[in-house]
DNA sequence: CGTAGTTTTGAGAGGCGTCAAGGAGCGTGG
DNA sequence: CCACGCTCCTTGACGCCTCTCAAAACTACG
């Protein structure tokens, strides 16, 4: 794998108000720090972790962008999820000690290793990191459920426009833009994850920019009228 | 809540291969089931928690079946999930100390309460109990992208294949025929889980029969030909 | 035995997939 | 610096799968 370990720290991250760190008091942060010891850089386009590998740790995000997607034998695959910075990679891993999907960069990026089995050993020392694990892998489930219902009853627009609302919701809680994106991926990887074609993707874009709601210039996308979008998905159209 | 509260013991229950304490020696187990200490009943119909609820406690299927759904603002339902005897409910409640979703009883049914602040403590004694909580919210995780994959790739005759082909697999574990099997749930809440609708749910059911595959008989359905499922399943069908 | 809920089946419509062609952006090499 | 090729994106035309609307049959239950 063509990454390299770096020396880190979660005190001094400006990522811990995010991250694994939340709510761990001084004591606790510095014993986090001697588990969270090495970083891994993760060049754009491979994998951090693929399906089958033998799980060892979860990673968090630190700078760039993954999507994480599930394959299965007969060469279909879905994309599950798109993770940027202070965001838990490798949950999947836990129940089989092996990986279940892919996790691949979409830029290049850098992620903080911490080894599960002292993530564990930590846990059973500190009430709140472990409720705070417990409560990660819940917010999954849950974040997991809402895409189940997106993809189970809304139409292509309102699933592109779910979609630009909750990417740009999640930057803008980590100090960028609420209005203004760049997106990482593909229209093929946005539809992938979205259960549509790149091309209706593409019909969906550029309908939403005829509309006047959004501009869009490649991978950027200006959102001129939020209200708009929340509109469309919050409106059931008939179906 | 039509409920009521009853003594159990999980040592002798004849789920605990399959439940919560999968694994645990005699002593853990003994501290198990002081913590388990009660059992609910659900009648068919009602809800076991709701969206909204303050979330206090996981609950361990005992017998009966559940739907969990998630509903949004606008109306729109998606079901989620079906849990049978053996299966947890509850951890989507976790990360907000809320339930984010409905879990309703499909028919009569009992589960045992476990106050989760206690099986969060019991965890911090017990490795093999942290591991195994751990690795059920894993499960969780990694069922939610199959179904994800479902959602987003599949078409409608591949989609009721992997479902039944499911729903068997895991009655079977539990010790029911792998070929014959009792649907709990109506033609509207598999379509509501399969993204489909319960016309196209039932279309599809008979299709299968015409095929000679299944026989249906109201909630009843035989399996005549598993491999014909499976062939369904892992066969794309051009799109 | 009537009524409500569930399921089946048909006919028609439309949203999205499929196939295809062309254009734009970007890195590479001459 | 420009040509070239590659990948990604856009747009059009057409067809099909699934939704929608509707009606009837069946089951369960009071």
Redesign the interface.
Known sequence: MDVQSIKVACSSCNLRELCLPVGLNEHELDRLDRVISTRKRVKRGTALFSAGDKFTSLYAVRSGFFKTC?T???????V?GFQMMGEILG??????DHH??DAIALEDAEVCVMPFDQV?QL???F?TL??H??????????R??????L????RAEERLAAFLLNLVQRLHARGFSQSELILRMTREEIG????MKLETVSRTFSKFVEEGIIEVKQRYVLIKNTDALRHIV???QCR
């Open positions: 599930v299965t034998a007969d060469g279909r695959d879905q599950t949950l999947d891993g836990i129940v089989q279940a999907c564990e846990s059973r020392e009430t472990q409720h694990v417990h409560k990660i892998m819940s917010r999954e489930i849950v997991d459920h809402s895409v189940m219902l993809l189970g009853s809304m992938s994850y979205l259960g919050s409106t059931p």
